[in-house]
């Protein structure tokens, strides 16, 4: 026995409010999308400094103690904005992973590669 294919989504462009209210709010979506896009690069620029005074100081490239500090502010944080605390915390963790990875590039190479096209640091 075939399964029966699952009715068709309703056409949002069938109601011209519904079309216009989609619009509205997917252009706040992409806005959003933009500034943490944003905000991400300016974040890296600043752990991207981190990672060189590290390595000029032969720090390690992790801190455990500020990770686990900082998970625990930004779950609180994410209770108060009424976002799920895990979802921030695993945020937080693909995040610092991948600034854990930098440093260490900055700490073997004393630089970090640079995206194509692009005037900045990767991020």
Not at 7 to 12: E, M, Q
Not at 23 to 42: G, M
Not at 82 to 92: V, Y
């Amino acid at each position: 026995m075939t399964a029966s294919p699952a009715p068709a989504a309703p056409d949002p462009a069938a109601d011209p409010a519904v079309a216009a209210e989609l619009a509205r709010l997917r252009q706040s979506i992409d806005n959003i999308d933009a500034a943490l896009v944003h905000l991400l690069a300016e974040r890296f620029k600043a752990t991207q400094a981190v990672g060189r005074l590290k390595a000029d100081t032969g720090l390690p490239p992790s801190d455990p103690d500020r990770e686990r500090r900082q998970i625990s502010r930004l779950r609180e944080i994410a209770v108060e904005a009424q976002l799920d605390p895990e979802f921030a915390e695993k945020w937080f963790t693909f995040v610092v992973a991948e600034v854990i990875h930098h440093h260490e590039r900055i700490a073997q190479s004393g630089s970090i590669d640079v995206v194509p096209g692009a005037d900045g640091p990767a991020s």
